[in-house]
């Protein structure tokens, strides 16, 4: 720091103020600072800060390796955004599999980086004792399902989500419903389920088997060909975009038109289904803002108001309509 201030031309504490982002620093003096940073090589050492304060100003995110790309990636958004308007870093660990073992091993990895808090948004289903110890420990907040009594749950009511989509299809006049189901572990997948069985219940109507995917359009265009050789199927809920686009992909190489023949309803709203053919009726689900509400509910203070996280809202296109005569 002191080699810094000698080339900038100012004192060792108008550099700490710069690298703090402090507001008394003017323009040109933080321009000189931040040059003579680049010009040295200069790394800021947290290290005195972590000691002084107690805290290292970082957040850790747990996120799986596979499943959705656009949710994980509006996740990582939500999250740094909020930590870094808050003056925080974030450290992302991922885990290639939902395995308590491998989840343990990540949340050990943030604790021992003395991370001051933890965003899950890994789907475990089961729990174990050290994973419950870690997160009474640390402040955490889970985002994708996870249970843990020391956590925080800030999550998307997926069991609305089945049901919206489900319903929208039955009031065009569908009188059945099939389901391409994300994969059983995933309580997200299970959520969503339940929430088609109940639409249908409520209707009066016994749910068909569901065709359980991998979150892939690959998974979904394995089942859109087995649907595409039941005659009777005109409305499908699939339980992720991505697999929505599969099972559109094969309906059409065996000649059934969508929505023509065929309505397909998805989940999560990601930037592709607006564009793609037809565009596709979906429910919208923020993920980003689940992310940011996250980071909130961590750094807020004892007692304030959780951040609310946005419902499941349907998004109709051109890829829903009523059943052919």
């Known amino acids: 720091m002191a080699d810094v201030a000698r080339a900038a031309g100012v004192s060792a504490q108008t550099v700490s103020r710069t690298l703090r982002d402090s507001p008394n620093v003017n323009a040109e003096t933080r321009r000189r600072v931040l040059d003579a940073v680049d010009q040295l090589g200069y790394r800021y050492n947290s290290a005195p800060k972590v000691l002084s304060s107690g805290r290292s100003f970082t957040l850790g995110l747990v996120l799986l390796q596979a499943g959705g790309y656009f949710s994980r990636s509006a996740v990582t958004d939500g999250v740094e955004a909020a930590a870094r308007a808050a003056g925080y870093s974030v450290s992302i660990t991922t885990i290639a599999e939902l395995d308590p073992a491998l989840m343990e091993k990540a949340l050990f990895k943030l604790s021992d980086q003395g991370v001051d808090g933890i965003v899950i948004a890994v789907p475990l289903i089961s729990v174990t004792q050290r994973m419950e110890d870690i997160t009474r420990e640390i402040p955490t907040v889970t985002v994708d399902g996870s249970r843990t009594t020391g956590a925080k749950v800030l999550g998307i009511d997926q069991r609305e989500a089945g049901r919206i989509a489900t319903q929208h299809l039955l009031e065009l006049g569908h009188r059945q419903v099939w389901h391409v189901a994300g994969p059983d572990e995933w309580i ?41 050789m039941i005659p009777e199927v005109t409305a499908v809920f699939a339980a992720s975009d991505e697999m929505a686009f599969g099972v559109i992909k094969a309906l059409r190489e065996r000649g059934r038109s969508v929505p023509g023949d065929v309505s397909i309803v998805g989940v999560d709203d990601i930037d592709l289904a607006a564009y793609c053919h037809p565009p596709l009726t979906t429910v919208r689900q923020d993920f980003y803002r689940s992310g940011a509400a996250a980071v909130a509910v961590l750094l807020g203070s004892a007692g304030a108001v959780e951040p609310a996280v946005e419902p499941p809202t349907l998004t109709v296109r051109a890829s829903t309509a009523p059943p052919a005569r």
Do not use: C, K, N
Not at 219 to 225: A, D, H, N, T, V
């Open 188 to 228: 997200e997948a299970r959520q969503r389920r339940q929430g088609w069985q109940e639409a249908l219940a409520e209707a009066g109507i016994d749910a068909p088997p569901p065709l359980e995917g991998d979150w892939s359009p690959e998974s979904g265009y394995r089942q859109g060909r087995i649907l595409a």
